[in-house]
C-alpha cells in the first residue's frame, strides 16, 4: 500500500472514530435532557451526549422542582448557556432550562389569556406578593387581589389561586399576575352561560347572597338575581322578614332576563297561587275565624288568617273597653278569634274585630246598672267638662264636673285623678246611646236644704272673698253655699272693680238680699248692712226740727224708694246675666 493510501485510510478511520464519539453537536440556548453522573459540592456532572460531561453548577439546580436531593443517575432537563470551544466544555442550568419550558407554556397563556396557577410565598411591603408559577417568580399587586381573599400573608401564604397575566417581559423577567381579573373572567364566563341557559317562567335553586330593605339577592351559580320586596310575598312587606338569611337556599321562579343590563328578576311568591283570589268568598263578612298576631302597630295588631294573608284589628275593635295601645289587649304569636268586618280583594285589605267575637257589654246595661245604684269604678281620664269613669271593661260612664261636689268645681283635676278608684251614684243609665252619668254629690246631703234652714232673706252672714270678678266678689257662706256681692252692692261709693277694696281671703259681713231656690244662688250686699248700720248710728234730730222733716218725709221717702227700686231692678239683671 503507497503512503498516499495509507494516510487516507487512517483519516476515514479517524473520521469514523469521531463521528461515533460526537454524535450531536450544541449551540447556546438548546434545551435537552441529560443524566447525573457525578455529584459535587459546588457542581454536577451531566452527561448529554457529547464527547465530554457538561458542568452544571450546583446554584443552577431546580431543587423546588422535586421532593429531594439530585443524586447520580437522576434525569434532568438542561439548557445550555455556554460552550468553551477551545476547552471542549459545555455549561448548563437546570433553572433556565425549566423557565425556559415554563416561560413558554406562559407566553401562550398570555397569549390566548388563559388562567395559570400558582402559589403566593411573600409579601412585598405596601406593594402586593410574590407568586410562584411553578417554578418562576411573578408579581402580584395588592389591588389585584380580589375581593375574596383575605390580604393577610398568613392566610395567603401557600395557599394555591389561579391568576391571569397582565404583563409579560421575557426578556426584562418581568412578569405581573392578577387574581381580580381572573375573577372578573370567571364571573363572565359564568354569567354568559348562565344567561345562555335561563328563560323566564323557569324555576330554579340558588342561595340567598343578601338581603336589603328593597328585596333579596339570590345567587345563581355565578350571578345574582333579585327577588324584590313587592316579589316575596302576596301581602305587602315594607322589607323582607328576618327569616330570609345569607347563605340559605331557596327556589325562586324567573320572571325576566335582561342581558343588555344584567338583570334577573325573580319571585318567591309566584311559586304560590294567589290567596286574594276569591278571597272574599273564603272569608265572608260576619263568620269567626282563629287567626294568629303576627304583629303589632300603635294603630292596632295584624292577625294572620293564613300565609300571605293578613288583616287588620284596629284598636277601637280590639276589645270593649278603651286600650291606649295593642299590647295592653294582645301579644305577638297569640291565637285570637276575629270576626270578619270586610274584605276588599283589589287592595288586598281584611277588616277584623276582636271585640265582636265577643259578648257586648252594653246589653242590657239598665239591669246592670239601674238609676240610683251604688258603683265603684277607676277614673280614666280627666277632661274639661268632667271625669271618666270605667266600671267594668268595656264600660265607662261619664261624672260631669257639676256632679262632682254640691260645691263649686272649677277644674275636675282638683279634686280626682286618674286611676283613682271612686265610688258613684248612677243617675241616668241609656244603653241604646252607651251612655252612664254618674253622681258622687247624690252620695251626701244637699247642703242647700240645710242652708234654707238656716237662713233667710235679710239675714246677715259672716264669710271669707273667695273669689274676685269684674262683676263682683264671691263670699263663702257655708262649705258648700257661695253668695255674690254685685259690684254695685259693695260700698256705697262707685268702684270700677271689686278688687278696689278688696281681697281674696278677706273676712266681711253682708246681708242677703236675694234667694233664687231653682237656681240656687245667693245675692249679698254689704252696702245695705253699711247703710243700716250709719242709720242706727244718725244722733236724735231737734223737736222743731223732727216737725219739719216729718212734713218732708212722704216726698223724700218716695223718692228714696223709686230710686232703691231701679237700683234693685238694675242689680238683679246684672245678676241674672252672671248666673245664667
Do not use: C
Not at 277584623?352 to 245604684?373: F, N, R, T, V
Amino acid at each position: 500500500m503507497s503512503e498516499v493510501e495509507r494516510t487516507q485510510s487512517e483519516t476515514s478511520r479517524m473520521e469514523e472514530f469521531f463521528g461515533q464519539q460526537d454524535v450531536t453537536t450544541y449551540s447556546r440556548g438548546d434545551t435537552l435532557k441529560g443524566k447525573i453522573v457525578q455529584v459535587g459540592d459546588e457542581q454536577v456532572l451531566v452527561d448529554i451526549g457529547y464527547k465530554s460531561e457538561a458542568i452544571m453548577r450546583v446554584s443552577d439546580l431546580a431543587p423546588y422542582h422535586r421532593n429531594q436531593p439530585v443524586k447520580f443517575g437522576d434525569e434532568v432537563d438542561v439548557l445550555v448557556t455556554y460552550i468553551d470551544e477551545e476547552e471542549g466544555t459545555v455549561y448548563v442550568s437546570e433553572k433556565a432550562a425549566i423557565y425556559e419550558k415554563k416561560i413558554g407554556e406562559l407566553e401562550r397563556a398570555y397569549k390566548h389569556r388563559m388562567p395559570v396557577t400558582g402559589t403566593i410565598e411573600d409579601e412585598v411591603r405596601e406593594a402586593g406578593y410574590h407568586v410562584n408559577l411553578k417554578g418562576i417568580r411573578a408579581f402580584l399587586p395588592g389591588s389585584h387581589l380580589g375581593t375574596d381573599l383575605p390580604a393577610e400573608i398568613d392566610k395567603l401564604r401557600g395557599k394555591e389561586i389561579q391568576f391571569m397575566i397582565l404583563e409579560l417581559d421575557r426578556r426584562e423577567h418581568n412578569l405581573v399576575v392578577s387574581h381580580r381579573d381572573f375573577m372578573k373572567d370567571l364571573d363572565r364566563k359564568r354569567k354568559d352561560e348562565l344567561f345562555s341557559k335561563l328563560q323566564a317562567g323557569q324555576i330554579i335553586e340558588g342561595t340567598i347572597k343578601s338581603v336589603v330593605d328593597f328585596g333579596i339577592f339570590v345567587d345563581l351559580g355565578g350571578f345574582e338575581g333579585l327577588v324584590h320586596r313587592s316579589e316575596i310575598s302576596w301581602k305587602e312587606v315594607p322589607v323582607p322578614p328576618n327569616t330570609y338569611k345569607s347563605g340559605d337556599k331557596l327556589q325562586v321562579k324567573v320572571l325576566g332576563i335582561d342581558r343588555n343590563k344584567d338583570r334577573i328578576s325573580l319571585s318567591l311568591k309566584q311559586l304560590r297561587p294567589n290567596p286574594w283570589a276569591g278571597l272574599s268568598a273564603k272569608y265572608p263578612k260576619g263568620q269567626k275565624f282563629m287567626g294568629d298576631v303576627v304583629s303589632l302597630t300603635d294603630f292596632g295588631a295584624f292577625v294572620r288568617l293564613e300565609e300571605d294573608v293578613e288583616g287588620l284589628v284596629h284598636i277601637s275593635e280590639l276589645s270593649w273597653g278603651f286600650p291606649t295601645h295593642p299590647k295592653e289587649v294582645v301579644q305577638v304569636n297569640q291565637k285570637v278569634e276575629v270576626i270578619i268586618l270586610d274584605v276588599n280583594e283589589n287592595d288586598r285589605r281584611v277588616s277584623l274585630s276582636m271585640k265582636k267575637a265577643q259578648s257586648d257589654p252594653w246589653e242590657k246595661i239598665e239591669e246592670k246598672y239601674p238609676e240610683g245604684k251604688l258603683v265603684k269604678g277607676k277614673v280614666t281620664k280627666l277632661v274639661d267638662f268632667g271625669a271618666f269613669i270605667e266600671l267594668e271593661p268595656g264600660v265607662e260612664a261619664l261624672l260631669h264636673v257639676s256632679e262632682i261636689s254640691w260645691e263649686h268645681v272649677t277644674r275636675p283635676g282638683d279634686v280626682l285623678k286618674e286611676s283613682q278608684e271612686v265610688e258613684a251614684k248612677v243617675i241616668k243609665s241609656d244603653g241604646a246611646k252607651r251612655k252612664i252619668r254618674l253622681s258622687l254629690k247624690e252620695l251626701k246631703q244637699d247642703p242647700w236644704h240645710t242652708f234654707t234652714e238656716n237662713f233667710a232673706l235679710g239675714s246677715i252672714i259672716d264669710g271669707k272673698i273667695t273669689e274676685l270678678k269684674d262683676f263682683g266678689a264671691f263670699i263663702k257662706i257655708t262649705d258648700e253655699v257661695e253668695g255674690l256681692i254685685h259690684v254695685s252692692e259693695i260700698t256705697e261709693q262707685r268702684i270700677a272693680t271689686p278688687g278696689d277694696v278688696l281681697q281674696v281671703g278677706q273676712p266681711v259681713q253682708a246681708k242677703i238680699i236675694g234667694i233664687n231656690e231653682e237656681k240656687r244662688q245667693v245675692r249679698l250686699s254689704m252696702r245695705h248692712l253699711h247703710e243700716e248700720k250709719k242709720a242706727a248710728e244718725a244722733p236724735t234730730r231737734s223737736s222743731s226740727g223732727s216737725s219739719s222733716t216729718a212734713a218732708k218725709e212722704p216726698e223724700d221717702s218716695g223718692h228714696q224708694s223709686v230710686t232703691m227700686g231701679e237700683r234693685l231692678k238694675a242689680m238683679r239683671e246684672q245678676l241674672k246675666d252672671k248666673f245664667n
